[in-house]
């Protein structure tokens, strides 16, 4: 028991200084020093700043998925609930960039493309997985692929924009932008049999 709660205190130091400072800017040092524990402490439940990173994120994007998949919205069909699921995920995936890792460092920094393709991937089984577990759901492989096809079109468009926008309007432009002219188009095809 001792040792999650030492895991949670790096965690929580963790996520304060990357909100704070940005993920590139934080050490593990500044960590171990928040967290008030030694730094080889920190390299006793997780090998890399990368990993305590990912495991903070993957904690947020837990329940945010739980969230975002068992809230009761009054959606007339299936159509109009997967397009709410892919916008309220976008926004998901952009706050995670804005206030856990930074634009800078994904910008700059060239493992980061390798790790936001990574924590994409799970995000994507995750949303799959979660959604086809639903009852009312077709279970179906051709569903599935379709769906699984629908939430990678999106991941792609919305970090592409994400990338090329220079500020918060740019990014709230385009995301009515997609939700408008490109996300009914998606939806339509993943759920057409």
Known sequence: MEADKIKESIKRAAQELFRKFGYHKTSVNEIARRAKIAKATIYKYFNSKEEILH????DYIRVSVDELIHINTPEKDEEEHLT?????TCRLSYTVCNEFIGWEFIRESANSQAFLKNLSNELEDLLVLSFTQL????????YQQRLRFLIKCSKSIVFSFAFTSVSDA???KNFVSFQKEILPYLVKAAITV
């Open 135 to 142: 009852t009312g759901v077709r279970k179906h492989e051709t």
């Open 55 to 58: 495991s903070l994120l993957m």
């Open 84 to 88: 709410n699921l892919i916008m309220k």
């Open 170 to 172: 740019d990014v709230r």
